[in-house]
């Protein structure tokens, strides 16, 4: 079965700072990988996703990166952290080459920036 | 427009009744249909897929789709307290391509009373 793994769970970061999130996937090959953002109030909003290794699309402009360094591992990146980055950052995964697009979520890192 | 939408809710429900969670979406071109189950503080858990028209059972849920009314729909029988959750409606174009986005509604907070 397929697994997928994030962390930290929760962090606190002074404005200004640096960030990095890790997601890995277990139990499949050629995942399509996503970071979204749940801001309390709001929706989710995907920032970006990945169809393989060094294929990133951002959904959003913004101070955040992403890289897809192996297959199964997915990271979000910040230079300098900032107040509306905080929230709950979840990583999700789908089926490569699926028509369907059932994604499915990671446990979630849950970010506050002071 | 929003692109999908549903009542935030709160619904209340007593145990033992019907919930009924609707969602509407805008893109005629969509293919899939998902119900995910976000219980507070935690990340999405994907209940329920549905790709065409007419009713899915499994277990206590149904989904129901009507395509050309634009219409997706979430029964949940029997609910119990353990079914109080925020419950989030997703739409695929899946127009093929690179686009593998979900679009999300905000979610629907539903509480089952004892």
């Known amino acids: 079965s397929q697994t997928i793994h994030q962390w930290p769970a929760t962090l606190v970061q002074p404005v200004g700072s640096p960030l990095s999130l890790e997601c890995t996937v277990e139990?499949?090959?050629?995942?399509?990988l996503y970071w979204y953002r749940q801001a309390a109030g709001r929706g989710l909003q995907l920032l970006f996703y990945?169809?393989?290794?060094?294929?990133i699309s951002s959904e959003v402009p913004q101070n955040l990166s992403a890289s897809r360094p192996q297959d199964r591992q997915f990271i979000l990146s910040s230079k300098k952290l900032l107040l509306s980055d905080s929230g709950f950052y979840l990583c999700?995964?789908?089926?490569?080459?699926?028509?369907?697009?059932?994604?499915?979520f990671g446990p979630g890192t849950r970010l506050t920036v002071l | 427009q929003k692109e999908v939408e549903q009542n935030s809710g709160p619904l209340s429900v007593p145990e033992g009744a019907i919930a009924s969670l609707n969602c509407t979406y805008s893109?005629?071109?969509?293919?899939?249909f998902f119900w995910y189950r976000q219980y507070s503080g935690k990340s999405p858990e994907l209940i329920m897929s549905?790709?065409?028209?007419g009713d899915k059972e499994d277990g206590r849920f149904t989904a129901q789709l009507n395509k050309a009314s634009q219409y997706v729909s979430l029964l949940i029988r029997d609910s119990q307290p353990s079914d109080s959750a925020t419950y989030l409606c997703?739409?695929?174009?899946?127009?093929?391509?690179?686009?593998?986005?979900?679009?999300f509604g905000k979610g629907t907070l539903l509480t089952v009373n004892p």
């Open positions: 999700a995964w789908s089926r490569g080459l699926s028509s369907y697009n059932e994604q499915f």
């Open positions: 139990g499949t090959s050629n995942p399509n």
């Open positions: 990945s169809v393989g290794i060094g294929q």
């Open positions: 893109d005629r071109g969509s293919q899939s």
């Open positions: 549905i790709y065409s028209n």
């Open positions: 997703a739409v695929f174009r899946g127009s093929g391509g690179s686009n593998y986005k979900l679009t």
